[in-house]
Nanobody
Framework: EGRLEESGGGLVQTGGSLRLSCAAS????????IAWFRQAPGKEREEILC?????????YYADSVKGRFTITSDNAKNMVYLQMNSLKPEDTAVYFC?????????????????WGQGTQVTVSS
């Protein structure tokens, strides 16, 4: 059974950095795209970046994170990372990784095959 598990969240001050990790298991990692979503209190879940593992294509969907967040993978370890720099209080949210078969298509969240449980990121002002 496929599974994703996030880690690395926490409390950080404005301007700080965090690296989130997403560990994949139980499915063929190379056949999937892994996206990072976030959900702030009272807001809808937002897809912010996606990485197609097969061709290493990356997609930035949220203008607010361009130039600050980077998505990478270690295919040998079935891991995807979200490096977050210059964090702002508005980045406070629960961050999720999700797996979509084949390529990043920015589809509806319900279409993703796998979801992690989420990790809390809190940025203090």
């Amino acid at each position: 059974e496929g599974r994703l598990e996030e880690s690395g969240g926490g409390l950080v001050q404005t301007g700080g950095s965090l690296r989130l990790s997403c560990a994949a298991s139980g499915f063929t990692f190379a056949d999937y795209a892994i996206a990072w979503f976030r959900q702030a209190p009272g807001k809808e879940r937002e897809e912010i970046l996606c990485l197609s593992i097969s061709d290493n294509s990356t997609y930035y969907y949220a203008d607010s994170v361009k130039g600050r967040f980077t998505i990478t993978s270690d295919n040998a370890k079935n891991m995807v990372y979200l490096q977050m720099n210059s964090l702002k209080p508005e980045d406070t949210a629960v961050y999720f990784c999700a797996g979509e078969y084949a390529y990043c298509s920015r589809t509806l969240p319900i279409e993703y095959d796998y979801w992690g449980q989420g990790t809390q990121v809190t940025v203090s002002s």
